[in-house]
Structures are given as C-alpha cells and as structure tokens.
C-alpha cells in the first residue's frame, strides 16, 4: 500500500504563490495516476489536479485552471501543485491521493485508493 505525505502548505497573501509536494513511499507510485483535491470549511472535497503515471495527461478544475500546474518526478516519487496568484477562495486542506490505476478519465470521476494527511493552505485577503 502507498503511503503519502504532503507538505507545503502555510499561510499567503493573496496574488502569492505556494508549491505543495507529495512524496510517496511504495513501489508503485511511478505506475500511478496521482491527484491532489482540496477541502474548504464546510464544503465537501473537491478534486482540484490530476495526472496520469508519466505525466503526458492532466486534468486541471476550471476553478484553477491558468493559476495552478500539476507535475510529478517519478524518480523522487513526489508530485507537485505550483499554486499561482493565490486567492482566498483557495483556502483549504490539500490532499494528495493516488489511483490504483495508471490512467484516469477525467479529474471529476478519479478514483483514489489511498490519501494522504493534507495540508493547510490559508490564503489571506
């Protein structure tokens, strides 16, 4: 089973940029689709990037898309969301979660087999 732990997180003015990693332990990590979501105060979890096991496919939420990139560097076993132009709506736990599969659909239906801790992402206005 692969275990996950994020970092990353921490408190940004808004329009400030934040870079969360994920560092997986396990030897299937680099046959593995990967996503990070993000969970706000009272909201249900939401899937924010995903990518597939070589990074040749992601999925970025409309709500990020053009602020935030996904990549993975499968010989560190990590994947990274680069948080670009931060905005308070974006507070929230970030988790990291990995697929059982190598391909994803689309970022809305991914399935995660396992997740890791979070991390907290607080951006002031």
């Known amino acids: 089973q692969v275990q996950l732990v994020e970092s990353g997180g921490g408190l940004v003015q808004a329009g400030g940029s934040l870079r969360l990693s994920c560092v997986a332990s396990?030897?299937?990590?680099?046959?593995?689709?990967m996503g990070w979501f993000r969970q706000a105060p009272g909201k249900d979890r939401e899937f924010v990037a995903v990518i597939n096991w070589n990074g040749a496919n992601v999925d970025i939420a409309e709500s990020v898309k053009g602020r935030f990139t996904i990549s993975r560097d499968n010989a560190k076993n990590t994947v990274y969301l680069q948080m670009n132009s931060l905005k308070a709506e974006d507070t929230g736990t970030y988790y990291c979660?990995?697929?059982?599969?190598?391909?994803?659909?689309?970022?809305?239906?991914?399935?995660?087999?396992?997740w890791g801790q979070g991390t907290l992402v607080t951006v002031s206005s």
């Open positions: 979660g990995v697929s059982q599969f190598s391909y994803f659909n689309r970022g809305s239906n991914f399935e995660v087999a396992s």
């Open positions: 396990g030897r299937t990590f680099s046959t593995a689709a």
